[in-house]
């Protein structure tokens, strides 16, 4: 075996760290992949299989075998699982310059083998989110400009993907100094002089999941999308902002695909919008979370469990791959944007409502923040369990409220991310 390449050794390293080689412990059951999604970009995407069970998998790579014209490629073997015909027949196009294409087949009785074939050798992760269970796999790699002309045949999502996106805007920013496959791709601020800065906002839930339920029966999914609006209007309002949102009406997006689009979109601020619960009617408060594999306390670990949409259980025996190797910069960051909002939040609620607590800063495995390729964090507004709170969150004067402090905060980090990015 011809030994790896230092650019995927960070990978194969963060990887092994947790279940190597990409092994599950899923119990075997019988699965069959009912459909395969993507989302791209020239450097980043991420490929989602979706399977009707828990299943048994092992993700690898292979090295290009000229002889047999095969390009590199990664595969994942999952177990007693089978396959949808429509899915064998159609492979996903991507010849984005880091994919070419995503094909599955039966590789032997029982096992499914779903490939990804390379444009050229890439860092990759491998993990499973579940109910409903999916193994995602992030390939991230720099760009090659000869081979991400756009032409006439952009390739089309195979089945709800989002569209793929050719943003120009890079080209003309200078080249990232650090290796993007050893720090999981964009670490550096990737603004240049001048360039605008891009803000995903992601309010939660939304569609068939209201997310928390107040007293009265609010319900957090519109909470979170009034706020969104808010902030969106706001920060617009400043030319330096590119506002994108990951929904702006009631629909529902499973989490990895927020990610996803705040990635695909190159944006540098991604903001996911929450309500807190709590089964102690009286709990309250503000705070702000950034990723993390373990939890600040139990609270921030039921806390992730319900956003994620899993039970505890499923939470703490960690089936995802948090790469905390290469987030060490995006991570401090995130904490700096974090203590950021959630002071401007505490400070504009106290003084416009009276006293709030402050609850602070907390970190969590948030599966919505896995995987997120710039400055993240995940604001959980007051608690729609607490009656007093579900009152405030009804009046549109605290919405703004709160809003006007995420604008305030995103502002304030942005301009000192640009100054330090232009200091000595
Ligand atoms: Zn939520």
Redesign the pocket.
């Given at each position: 075996m011809r030994p790896i390449p230092p650019q995927l050794r960070a990978a194969f390293l963060a990887a092994s760290l947790l279940l190597p080689p990409f092994l599950s412990l899923a119990s075997p059951r019988h699965a069959a992949v009912s459909g395969i999604r993507f989302w791209t970009n020239e450097e980043y995407t991420r490929v989602a299989v979706d399977l009707s069970d828990e299943a048994k998998y092992e993700a690898n790579f292979l090295r290009a075998d000229p002889e047999s014209n095969l390009p590199p490629r990664i595969y994942i073997d999952i177990e007693d699982a089978s396959i949808r015909e429509e899915i064998l027949r159609r492979p996903v196009e991507v010849r984005n310059g880091l994919l070419k294409v995503v094909r599955a087949g039966r590789f032997r009785k029982g096992v499914v083998r779903v490939v990804i074939d390379l444009e050229r050798e890439s860092g990759y992760r491998a993990f499973t989110m579940t109910d409903p269970f999916r193994i995602i796999v992030d390939i991230e790699g720099k760009a090659e400009a000869a081979s991400t002309e756009p032409g006439g045949d952009t390739p089309q999502p195979h089945r709800g993907g989002a569209l793929l996106q050719r943003d120009t805007r890079c080209k003309e920013c200078p080249p990232e100094e650090m290796s993007p496959v050893k720090d999981g791709g964009g670490s550096e601020p990737r603004r240049a002089g001048g360039a605008r800065i891009r803000v995903m906002l992601d309010p939660?839930?939304g569609g068939k999941d209201p997310?928390?339920i107040g007293p009265t029966g609010l319900k957090?999914?519109d909470v979170?999308l009034a706020i969104g609006k808010m902030v969106r209007e706001r920060l617009e309002r400043h030319e330096e902002f590119d506002v994108k949102m990951t929904r702006d009406s009631d629909i529902f997006i499973p989490l990895e695909e927020r990610t996803a689009m705040a990635n695909e979109a190159r944006a540098d601020i991604f903001v996911?919008?929450?309500?807190?619960?709590s089964p102690n009617r009286r709990a309250e408060g503000i705070s702000t979370y950034v990723l993390s594999r373990g939890a600040s306390d139990r609270q921030a670990l039921e806390?992730a469990a319900?956003?994620n949409g899993v039970p505890l259980a499923k939470l703490t025996g960690v089936k995802f791959i948090i790469d905390d190797l290469s987030t060490s910069w995006r991570k401090k960051e995130s904490l700096r944007l974090a203590k950021t909002v959630n002071d401007a939040i505490v400070r504009n609620v106290n003084g416009r409502f009276g006293p709030v607590h402050d609850l602070g800063l907390k970190q969590a495995p948030f599966y919505v923040l896995v995987g997120a390729r710039m400055t993240a964090v995940l604001v959980?507004t007051s608690f729609i369990t607490n009656a007093r709170e579900e009152a405030r969150l009804r009046g549109t004067s605290f919405l703004a409220a709160i809003a006007d402090s995420v604008v305030e905060a995103v502002r304030y980090y942005g301009e000192k991310a640009a100054v330090a990015r232009a200091g000595p």
């Open positions: 939660g839930h997310g928390a957090e999914k979170v996911s919008l929450h309500i807190n619960a806390l319900r956003e959980e």
